[in-house]
């Protein structure tokens, strides 16, 4: 008898360590703490990433090259619809180097993984990796309304004052799907409406202090904020500016 109960307590210990070490792997696979192990960084090392800004401008240019050759109308759109997708995939793509970087209120690195950037110029940065015409320098030192009227037509900018949290994301996730800049009471960064849910990424001052992709839903920092002015950013203005 003691013998079976034994075995039976043994069985479900194991079962219960191994349960344990499942949940703790899913737990640590979905939070931000695995962008600062050495295996991330390895994965999504410098050399890597010059190699990808290199293929985007590749894939840039020849986009550009296809729109100029359209002759009609719809050939146009139909360029221009993939290089929607592409820009997008290009700035998830480019993010994913950025992620478990430090921030600093005085960050400026453009190197990413190592030293510390600022949530402006993690923008400005980003965007100019991109190949989106941008003055890194100067934007990343503006207020966060002028930086996105300097990068993004004013037809596609919305400013909100004390308008409740729930309403001011659902009126962005009905702009459409694509990448925003959200400028709020002293922060900025960007929201990623990919059509299932809405990212907010940016160079976070708090808890870990760096660069992190979260749901825009769970941010007390846009939660929080009074001021939002949030701008879509356009293809057409990568593709031709």
Known sequence: MLKRLKRFLIRWLIRLSLLSIVVAGIGFYVSPYKYQTPFYRWLYSYSDYKILLADIKSKQENLKAEYAAAKTKKEKEKVLKNAQQ????????????????????????????????????????????????????KMAQAASETLIRKTIDKKFIKVRVKKDFGDFMEEVEEMGEGIYILGLDTHIGFLFVDGKSTHFIHSSNSLLKGVRNQLAFSSGTIRRSEYRVVGQLQVKRWLLE
């Open 86 to 137: 592409v820009f997008e995939e290009s700035f998830e793509e480019i993010c994913k180097y950025w992620y478990g970087t430090k921030w600093s209120y005085s960050g400026t690195t453009q190197i990413p993984g190592k030293g510390k950037i600022a949530c402006g110029y993690f923008v400005s940065t980003i965007l100019r990796d991109l190949g989106y015409p941008i003055d890194r320098i």
